[in-house]
């Protein structure tokens, strides 16, 4: 079940996802993402829930900086780290750091979380036993300008 068919957050979280192999494919995302910016929640795992989806202008700067990090960080000549329940009409976008890809599938017997959530609805916790590094925590307060919980 996907959230355009109004599922539970967690039967979205484990739904059908298409992933995103190329970069060019990652970036066709982000524009049809942008063309609709309202309504989307933006949730970094490990921080606070958002309550709120975030404004327009919060989530083309965060589509933006996180592009750039994907492709510096994740340094293959494919991307096959972002996942989106329908790539031409997204209502929930899973994006893994890749400093921390695991088993995204699940093979393994252990399902790794993403880095961050893109959802339409709103998104409920997610406890991830991984330490989140304080570069990464800076990096999405800095995004936002967000003060420590």
Known sequence: MNASQGGTFQACLTGPFNGVVSWTQLSELWSVVRMSPEGWYIYAIGEPVPTEPAGADQLVRFTEEIDVLLRREHREDYCGIVYADDKTNPRF???????????SCGSSGTRTLPGWLLTRMPPEPLTDPRILPEGRKRWWRALFQRQPA
């Open 93 to 103: 976008i899973k994006i893994f750091d890749p400093h921390n890809l695991g088993s």
